[in-house]
């Protein structure tokens, strides 16, 4: 069975300019969480979706949103990119209702110059 | 909300020592501690997983233990290889929260040949 894919794995981009990330699921799971991962703050949470639905959501700002497709397949959006936003991303997908085990994507670089 | 604290934040081994690393979590409503391992450059990787009706569990050289009570769990890892040199995470959900994971700092370990 695939794993957690995530796309792209490298971004660039220029502050003030917004990014989407795409994350596709273990085949059959339905709940997709995004995760940040820093240096200095380790691994936050952002953000999971559940069914299409977001249940449940992190401390940051209004810039971060995702969504999540009928296929379990899910985005993040980041708009308005400042350079702290520099991390890596990370997504990871679980059955939720039938276990709770998560498995994390390779995640994506991204770097807000 | 949930806090998780992990300790130590580097620890050295000797190849063939054991190794400890302890976290202790806030809300007495967590019940699922994972742990995960990140490699440099890789994804974190689900190692092993305790749920809260359980006191311990074990698979081959690692195993997690659970003390409620005092609010703490810790991973133990045996006969240590240079394989086993990455940055452990341990986490902490709570059913109310959907699948969202609360990370510890990290833990880096590594095993001296």
């Known amino acids: 069975k695939a794993g957690v894919t995530q796309t792209p794995r490298y971004l660039i981009k220029t502050r003030g300019q917004q990014v989407t990330l795409s994350c596709s699921p273990i085949s059959g799971h339905r709940s997709v969480s995004w995760y940040q991962q820093t240096p200095g703050q380790g691994l936050q949470f952002l953000f999971e979706?559940?069914?299409?639905?977001?249940?449940n959501k992190g401390n940051f700002p209004g810039r971060f949103s995702g969504r999540q497709f009928s296929n379990s397949r899910s985005e993040m959006n980041v708009s308005t990119l400042e350079l702290g936003d520099s991390a890596l991303y990370l997504c990871a997908s679980s059955w939720s209702d039938v276990g709770p085990e998560q498995y994390f994507g390779p995640g994506t670089r991204l770097t807000v110059t | 909300g949930e806090n998780v604290e992990q300790h130590p934040s580097t620890l050295s081994v000797q190849e063939g020592d054991s190794a400890v690393i302890k976290c202790t979590y806030s809300?007495?409503?967590?019940?699922?501690f994972p742990w995960y391992k990140q490699e440099l450059g890789k994804r974190p990787q689900l190692i092993i997983d305790?749920?809260?009706?359980?006191g311990e569990k074990k698979d081959q050289r690692i195993a997690v233990t659970l003390n409620k009570t005092a609010k703490h769990f810790s991973l133990h890892i045996t006969e240590t290889q240079p394989e086993d040199s990455a940055v452990y995470f341990c986490?902490?959900?709570?059913?109310?929260?959907?699948?969202?994971?609360?990370f510890g700092t990290g833990t880096r370990l590594a095993v001296r040949p």
């Open positions: 305790i749920r809260s009706n359980v």
């Open positions: 979706y559940f069914s299409e639905t977001q249940r």
């Open positions: 809300d007495s409503a967590s019940n699922y």
């Open positions: 986490a902490a959900r709570t059913e109310s929260s959907g699948d969202k994971l609360t």
